[in-house]
């Protein structure tokens, strides 16, 4: 039986699919920083997650977070967007989460659920955004001779912070037990196809849970293709069994 949730009580408004996608489209006012929280939260985490968590998926501190929603708000206002100030009840200082998410508390971390039409907002600016970038590459003017390149783009970025000897260790292991560094899903090889030693080290608990010792026994092989697809949506609330069942089907039916 799925558990009622008991919502932060906030007087934010709400905003519909294409007022979201309006906004999102302005010039410099959703801040690099808001838009990585809501890539990892609606791409890697399924809409939700706390301060903290997104925060050991990045490598930024959590307060950044925070202030880049004050920015965001700010930023919006100052462009003709209306934004209700929405104020705590006895300091009455504004706060900005409430416009983007729905917060609740679980075990003692405060949660952020990004908003049905800004998840849909955002999902659709997204493929937007590759979309054009893509038709951007394919009609650049170019001739035999020359190209133009250069150009400044803004792109989403994150990254996760790794102790890496574990990790170094972890492949030394597999390479000693199996002779070279493969993709354990399908089995793809960098050293065979390339010549060189080379392999992607996925956790199996994912670091959004929380800091914690790391052994070797907990990170899996993944070529590039496979550690992306792990971390996609339809994979991201499933065991690492399920995608290797998975692959193994797939390469059976082949």
């Known amino acids: 039986m799925r558990r009622e949730l008991n919502y932060y009580p906030t007087n934010a408004q709400t905003y519909t699919v294409n007022e979201w996608l309006a906004m999102l489209q302005e010039d410099n006012c959703f801040t690099p920083i808001l838009l990585e929280a809501l890539y990892v939260l609606v791409f890697e985490m399924n809409g939700k ?103 400044k783009r803004q792109r989403i970025h994150y990254q996760i912070e790794r102790n890496t000897a574990i990790v170094n260790s972890a492949k030394r292991e597999f390479i000693k037990n199996n002779g070279r560094l493969f993709c354990e899903a399908c089995h793809f090889s960098f050293k065979q196809s390339y010549g060189i030693d080379f392999i992607e080290a996925h956790h199996v608990l994912p670091l959004y849970m929380g800091e914690r010792v790391t052994k070797e026994i907990d990170l899996i092989m993944l070529c590039a293709n496979c550690h992306r697809a792990v971390h996609s949506k339809k994979w991201s609330n499933k065991s690492i069994n399920h995608f290797l069942e998975y692959m193994k089907n797939q390469a059976a039916n082949d």
């Open 49 to 151: 997650g706390s301060a903290k968590q997104i925060s050991e998926i990045t490598g930024r501190p959590y307060q950044a977070y925070n202030k880049s929603m004050a920015q965001t708000v700010k930023k919006l206002r100052n462009n003709g967007f209306t934004f209700v100030e929405d104020r705590r009840g006895r300091s009455k200082k504004e706060r900005y989460w409430s416009h983007f998410f729905n917060g609740y508390y679980e075990e003692k971390l405060f949660i952020w659920e990004v908003k049905d039409t800004l998840y849909t907002a955002f999902t659709k600016y997204i493929k937007k955004t590759e979309e054009m970038e893509v038709t951007s590459f394919n009609s650049e003017k170019t001739d035999e001779n020359k190209a133009v390149e250069g150009m």
